[in-house]
T-cell receptor, first 114, second 111 residues
Framework: NAGVTQTPKFQVLKTGQSMTLQCAQD?????MYWYRQDPGMGLRLIYY???????DKGEVPNGYNVSRLNKREFSLRLESAAPSQTSVYFC?????????????FGSGTQLSVL | EDQVTQSPEALRLQEGESSSLNCSYT??????LFWYRQDPGKGPEFLFT???AGEEKEKERLKATLTKKESFLHITAPKPEDSATYLC????????????FGTGTRLTIIP
């Protein structure tokens, strides 16, 4: 049982380049999330998906797109990377249930945009 | 808009010195309040979920409590391995799948 798997772990991009961050969970969770974490700002929600086929904007969606490919996979795409997108990105999924909700995180992707 | 404020930003304690971390929140109907631990270079690790005022949960040296406006994470007789950043998050009532995080408290336990 791998939990939430993110790839890649590290990435360096030049301004204007594009890339996709991959995330997959094997826990049969309905809801999945993408967060970015910056020093002093905590975890900020980029996009989330409450179920397969649906996606919604979070707090900081500009410059990003997402795809909920199926129940397992939720990808985050940077179409034209900017230095302001240098951050650590976390994917997460939630086991929802009465009095038993837990959000599980991946190990993160450290992205640098030069 | 949901808001979460954690205090203090950083806390240094001697080993064995008990203390509490605070998480104040504003949410339109609380569905759940989450506590996480995060070690450097790693993803947050789940600790507790609290659902209603008066609820308490414990795990080893940690105890989380909840009121209508805030939550406390009490650390009793901490050890150096308890050093980490502790994050608090809230989730609003059904119909809203967002989780809003605070900026965390960086806890250092000195041997």
């Amino acid at each position: 049982n791998a939990g939430v798997t993110q790839t890649p772990k590290f990435q360096v991009l030049k301004t204007g380049q594009s890339m996709t961050l991959q995330c997959a969970q094997d826990m049969n969770h309905n809801s999945m999330y993408w967060y970015r974490q910056d020093p002093g700002m905590g975890l900020r929600l980029i996009y989330y998906s409450a179920s397969e086929g649906t996606t919604d904007k979070g707090e900081v969606p500009n410059g990003y797109n997402v795809s909920r490919l199926n129940k397992r996979e939720f990808s985050l795409r940077l179409e034209s990377a900017a230095p302001s997108q240098t951050s650590v990105y976390f994917c997460a999924s939630i086991k929802a249930g009465f009095s038993s909700e837990k959000l599980f995180f991946g190990s993160g992707t450290q992205l640098s945009v030069l | 808009e949901d808001q979460v404020t954690q205090s203090p930003e950083a806390l240094r304690l001697q080993e064995g010195e008990s203390s509490s971390l605070n998480c104040s929140y504003t949410v339109s109907g609380l569905r759940g309040l989450f506590w996480y631990r995060q070690d450097p270079g790693k993803g947050p690790e789940f600790l507790f979920t609290l659902y209603s005022a008066g609820e308490e949960k414990e795990k080893e040296r940690l105890k989380a409590t909840l009121t209508k406006k805030e939550s406390f994470l009490h650390i009793t007789a901490p050890k150096p391995e308890d050093s980490a950043t502790y994050l608090c998050a809230v989730r609003a009532n059904f119909g809203n799948e967002k989780l809003t995080f605070g900026t965390g408290t960086r806890l250092t336990i000195i041997p």
